[in-house]
């Protein structure tokens, strides 16, 4: 199994990113605010405010967000969803979730959840995913770099907590454009969340 990163970043909270770490915590499956203070500092030099994020829900293979990536779910409230990109993350999570069904490995690395694996560095979620050169493999021969399937699978999630009232969005533009867009695209939705499960089925 590949390993991750060694660096740690401080990550500067913005107005603009705070709403983005509320937004994400609404779909938080687990959260760090009962850690210590030393499991807290041990994680790494970031805002308490990201501190509350431990895994965002993301219905797409592989992905799994930690409290760590705090950059890619920035990214991910700008991120402008088109039936292009749509489309090619559409592409790399079924080549990823064809890649698990036929190589046992690679369906127990993705069926590790990153506080398993053990890494508080930053960007860990992303870095992670990256670090396996065959699913790293597979995710680029659908002509998205890692970073951008990641960054989508984030912006889906976020899109899709206001799927039926994208008006309501609190904060940028794209997040209710890519709301409008997935309206159209429920089958897609679906499919993600049968290929994640389908990903970590044992």
């Not at 970043?9 to 107005?15: A, E, G, L, R």
């Not at 799994?64 to 990109?85: C, E, Q, W, Y």
Request: contains cysteine; aromatic residues 2%.
């Amino acid at each position: 199994m590949g390993g991750v990163g060694t660096g740690v970043v401080t990550i500067k909270i913005t107005p603009v990113l705070r709403v983005a770490l509320a937004l994400a915590c609404a779909v938080v499956v687990q959260s760090a605010c009962s850690r210590s203070d030393a499991e807290r500092t041990a994680a790494g030099s970031v805002d308490s405010e990201a501190l509350s994020i431990t895994a965002v829900v993301a219905s797409a293979p592989g992905v799994h967000v930690t409290r760590t990536d705090g950059r890619s779910i920035r990214k991910a409230m700008a991120f402008r969803l088109t039936p292009t990109n749509l489309a090619a993350i559409m592409r790399a999570a079924d080549t990823v979730a064809a890649l698990a069904r036929g190589d046992s490995t690679v369906r127990s690395y993705l069926s590790v959840t990153i506080s398993e694996a053990g890494s508080p560095d930053a960007e860990a979620g992303r870095t992670w995913l990256e670090a396996n050169q065959k699913v790293r493999d597979a995710i680029q021969t659908s002509g998205l770099s890692v970073q951008d399937y990641y960054v989508g699978a984030i912006a889906i999630a976020a899109a899709e907590r206001f799927l039926n009232h994208p008006k309501s969005t609190p904060l940028t533009p794209p997040l209710a454009r890519n709301a409008l867009l997935l309206q159209t695209h429920g089958s897609d939705l679906a499919r993600l969340r049968h290929l994640k499960r389908d990903t970590i089925r044992r």
